[in-house]
């Protein structure tokens, strides 16, 4: 009679146990990804206007907790884009034709309760009434100059790649040195490549 009820405990605990796995592996799911950052190229294509090629891009970024909170602590975040066109090369490695660093920083604005967006290569600012809106905008890049046109020999093809990262060299210090070692700071895409031509 103890067996049976020591089995039947047993089996109960088991049960019990597998309950709380079902219920707590989403939360802990969450929780890990609420402290990544991550970041995602969508989509990416250049094009030419007249003399000049142009990229247009949609990145998908995805702050994590700690570096949210630290943004509407007055920490402005930067992102980079790193651009680059190749020329595909037998045997060899490709040759690099073209480099570009293409830089966005997000900011909070207590006074107004607003967010902007600041191209750091030309200015321009622009600014939202929500955290959501400013990270879409600056995941929206449109007609930025690469190069012209003549750079590049009409008789070959080339590949173009973009990667996006959170720059962590634009942290404070004290952030900074927390950003090399927690997941939650270090944030980059998978290159993104597609044939310009």
Same mark, same amino acid.
């Given at each position: ?38 970041? =995602?190229?969508?989509?990416? %294509? ?22 949210? %909170? *630290? ?8 992102? =980079?884009?790193?651009? +680059?066109? =190749? ?5 060899? @490695?490709? +040759? ?12 909070? %604005? ?8 600041? !191209? ?15 990270? *879409? *905008? ?30 962590? !060299? ?13 997941? *939650? @700071?270090?944030?980059?895409? =998978? @290159? ?6």
């Amino acid at each position: 009679m103890a067996g049976r009820l020591r089995a039947g405990r047993l089996r109960g605990m088991r049960a019990l146990c597998g309950l709380l796995t079902l219920v707590c592996a989403p939360i802990v799911a969450w929780g890990a990804e609420e402290n990544t950052s991550h970041i =995602e190229v969508r989509s990416a %294509e250049i094009v030419q206007v007249e003399k000049i090629y142009r990229l247009s891009a949609v990145v998908d970024y995805r702050f994590s907790a700690p570096a949210l %909170e *630290a943004l509407h602590n007055g920490v402005p975040l930067v992102v =980079e884009l790193m651009i +680059e066109i =190749e020329r595909p090369r037998d045997y060899v @490695w490709n +040759e690099t034709v073209a480099t570009l660093r293409q830089r966005y920083q997000l900011e909070y %604005e207590a006074l107004t309760n607003r967010y902007g967006v600041t !191209n750091l290569n030309s200015g321009a600012q622009s600014h939202y009434p929500t955290r959501v809106m400013a990270i *879409a *905008a600056m995941g929206h890049v449109f007609d930025i100059p690469i190069l012209d046109v003549d750079l590049l020999d009409a008789e070959q093809s080339y590949t173009a790649r973009l990667q996006a990262s959170l720059d962590l !060299n634009a942290l404070p210090v004290p952030l900074r040195l927390m950003g090399y070692f927690s997941p *939650a @700071w270090r944030a980059s895409s =998978e @290159w993104y490549t597609w044939t310009l031509r």
